[in-house]
């Protein structure tokens, strides 16, 4: 893993690539797990990545340090995703443009919604079904993650 960090504004974030498909399966769901495996394997990292279909856990995996301290910051990025329908980097990165640190609104649960890089939403014909979410190294790495993996799955 290369020691200089990604970097994302609000504009690079809207531009990535959506996974907003026709459907999507628990099959579906396994095969974008996949591809997130690949990705951790080739850059080396200590990630966990869920992903999550209607509510229910269809892939997990935990490589490298990632273990069960993960857990809850996998649930939280899902949350923050199924909360606002965008990616959990987005969402703290609109807060942060906006002067509104997300970690410092005081109407927010954040034992329950954690607003840190690494949940891009899965869509079904525009509505938020699920997400895929990573987590263990710092946010931006999360992200970069989950969004590569993205890219595979749709290029597959």
Known sequence: MSDQLPEYTVDDLERESALDL???????????????LEVIDERGLNLAVRVVLRGDIVFQAKLGTSGPGNDPWLAGK???VERFGESSLLVKRRHEAAGTPFDQLPDIDHETFKAHGGS???????????????SGEPDVVDHATSAEAVRRYLSR
């Open 22 to 36: 026709t459907g999507f399966t628990n099959d579906d769901g396994v095969d974008l797990g996949l591809a997130a």
């Open 78 to 80: 899902h949350a923050v």
């Open 120 to 134: 891009i939403p899965i869509k079904v014909n525009g509505e938020t079904v699920g997400s895929i979410t990573t």
